[in-house]
């Protein structure tokens, strides 16, 4: 089983951006689907976004076209650029890994993240 750990998160401006980062060890992130969830207080976690083993990468409505998600193999981490933050964004970023393609749904993954705090100001 894939171990995770995030970084990366931090205090922005609305309009600035932020790249997460999701080191993963004990697997390739190659081999699995991983995906990138929030969640905000008081709120259920949401999917943010995944991408596959063979990279196909799937994104929220509330994220497409400001968030970009890739992955390095060679240093077996996955990314989470995101960019025109908004303070709807803030929240704990986890970082997520499954076995086969991605998936938008949180209960099909095994491995997580410790989570990195986003906060976005007005």
């Known amino acids: 089983q894939l171990q995770l750990v995030e970084s990366g998160g931090g205090l922005v401006q609305a309009g600035g951006s932020l790249r997460l980062s999701c080191a993963a060890s004990?697997?390739?992130?190659?081999?699995?689907?991983m995906g990138w969830f929030r969640q905000a207080p008081g709120k259920e976690r949401e999917f943010v976004s995944t991408?596959?083993?063979?990279?196909?990468?799937i994104y929220s409505d509330s994220v497409k076209g400001r968030f970009t998600v890739s992955r390095d193999i060679a240093k077996n981490t996955v990314y989470l650029q995101m960019n025109s933050l908004k303070p709807e964004d803030t929240g704990v970023y986890y970082c997520?890994?499954?076995?086969?393609?991605?998936?938008?749904?949180?209960?099909?993954?095994?491995?997580w993240g410790q989570g990195t705090q986003v906060t976005v100001s007005s």
């Open positions: 004990r697997g390739t992130v190659s081999t699995y689907g």
């Open positions: 997520a890994a499954k076995r086969g393609g991605g998936s938008m749904r949180s209960a099909d993954y095994g491995a």
């Open positions: 991408i596959g083993w063979s990279a196909i990468t």
